[in-house]
């Protein structure tokens, strides 16, 4: 039965989710895939690189250390196979990472400025630690709508379905 803390169950659920979703995309062509279907990010392709550019500018900030450079709204992978290879690595290193973290770094104030939206905020980590794993979940349902209008389903989302949840 798990017992870990929140970061350790949302890096958890992160991967088995993303498992499901790339699971099902790749079920369509690279065009399908590629295709602007009116999305904020257009396609269920850069939906997906937005992901993966995302988290890996959080866990820039969380680990103090530069994961990726490219600016927001363009695709860090053209290559689905990279792009999937690419979260595969990332996940498996989030889990290391939430295993790795402490009552006393979840819970120490850090002082934020969002360039995008012009504001300044200081906050404990455990809160955006919590948006990340959120920002991931919000993307995510975008590319399941994305996915079901080709027909596809991604399966259960429920947190609580986790496997790992009910492993005895």
Not at 7 to 19: E, G, I, K, R, V
Request: charged share 15%.
């Amino acid at each position: 039965m798990f017992q870990g803390n929140l970061p350790q169950l949302m890096a958890a659920y992160n991967q088995w989710q993303n498992d499901h979703v790339y699971a099902a995309a790749l079920q369509l062509s690279d065009e399908q895939r590629k295709a602007d279907c009116g999305a904020f990010f257009k396609s269920i392709h850069s939906t997906l690189n937005h992901i993966l550019w995302g988290d890996l500018m959080w866990l820039s900030r969380f680990i103090g250390e530069t994961l990726i450079s490219s600016p927001s709204g363009e695709d860090v992978y053209a290559d689905f196979a990279e792009l999937h290879a690419a979260r595969i690595a990332l996940d498996a290193r989030l889990i290391v990472w939430a295993d790795g973290l402490d009552e006393a770094w979840l819970n120490e104030p850090v002082t934020w400025t969002s360039k995008m939206y012009g504001f300044t905020q200081t906050i404990p980590r455990w809160v955006q630690v919590q948006h990340f794993f959120n920002h991931q979940t919000h993307h995510r349902g975008q590319v399941g709508t994305l996915l079901k209008q080709y027909g596809i389903d991604v399966g259960i989302t429920d947190l609580p379905l986790l496997p790992m949840l009910n492993e005895v």
